[in-house]
């Protein structure tokens, strides 16, 4: 009986070591969730129809809206030019980098505005510095000049001439539009018994970049606070013959004019200086 058990016992542990896993590693396995969703994921790809169709190409990008001339609600007391006059607009004198210029009262869609067209002598040169002067005499009251904190332009840029790419591309296109408003403040400069200047005779009032390299017209709303706010010294003086607003336009390449709109001048509190009309401070002092 004993011998029996034992031939038993012994057949039971060699079927065992056989079935065993070897000792040299683990024998790869799958659980029955990896396997299903391997399944389902077969059985998906089998089952889906092929499609008929090309996959959609992502559509090009949507053209641009040209820019408007429409930047903001345009003052009562704004300078328009639409009674045809230039309001004392002019160049510069000659003698330093200014650029010959033309100026006219022009209609963009019957919108009378202020021209401003740059001459060059060599078509090879950038054009140079236009620079238009106001002066504010002529403009409004001689007393509110002193009061001028805050002064808007609108400019309404248009290019003439293909801008040539370095990649051999051409575009009409305004291109730069870089510049400055500025001024004379007062016909001399005033110091107090110290001899600190209490009146500068010149300031720039703001430098200004714009640009646009994709349509042939834009209009900006240029604005800023005068100096004076922070710096006395670079106000503007009242009842001051010499005071006066000048804008700029740094050089550039290509043969593009700006329209010059809707000046406003505005006081401390925000309120716009009431202007002259046109020819009026020519009649005073007749």
């Given at each position: 009986m004993k011998t029996r058990m034992i031939i038993a016992l012994l057949a039971a542990l060699t079927l065992c070591g056989c079935t065993a896993a070897p000792q040299n590693g683990v024998s790869p396995t799958?659980?029955?969730g990896?396997?299903?969703a391997i399944e389902s994921?077969?059985?998906s790809e089998?089952?889906?129809p092929a499609s008929s169709e090309a996959p959609e190409e992502s559509s090009e990008e949507e053209e641009k809206?040209?820019?408007?001339r429409d930047v903001g609600a345009v003052d009562p007391n704004a300078i328009t030019f639409d009674d045809g006059d230039m309001h004392s607009g002019h160049q510069m004198g000659e003698g330093g980098d200014e650029a010959d210029i033309e100026l006219s009262i022009a209609e963009?869609?019957?919108d009378k505005k202020l021209k401003v067209h740059v001459l060059r002598d060599d078509p090879a040169a950038d054009f140079g510095v236009p620079k238009?002067?106001?002066n504010l005499p002529k403009m409004m009251d001689k007393a509110r000049i002193g009061d001028i904190a805050h002064i808007s332009v609108d400019f309404t840029c248009v290019g003439n001439e293909l801008w040539h790419n370095d990649d051999g591309t051409e575009s009409l296109v305004v291109g730069?539009?870089?510049g400055a408003l500025m001024g004379n403040l007062a016909s001399e400069k005033g110091k107090d018994a110290d001899g600190n200047i209490t009146q500068n005779t010149w300031a720039t009032h703001l430098e200004f970049k714009h640009e646009d390299w994709e349509f042939p017209e834009h209009t900006w709303r240029i604005e800023t606070d005068v100096p004076g706010n922070k710096i006395p010294a670079n106000g503007y003086a009242a009842n001051d013959d010499g005071t006066t607003l000048v804008i700029m336009r740094w050089p550039q390449k290509n043969d593009a004019d700006f329209y010059i709109d809707n000046i406003t001048f505005y006081d401390k509190d925000g309120n716009s200086i009431p202007m002259l009309a046109a020819g009026a401070e020519e009649q005073a002092a007749e």
């Open positions: 799958k659980t029955d990896e396997s299903s994921v077969a059985e089998d089952a889906a809206e040209p820019p408007t963009l869609d019957g238009i002067v106001f730069n539009f870089y």
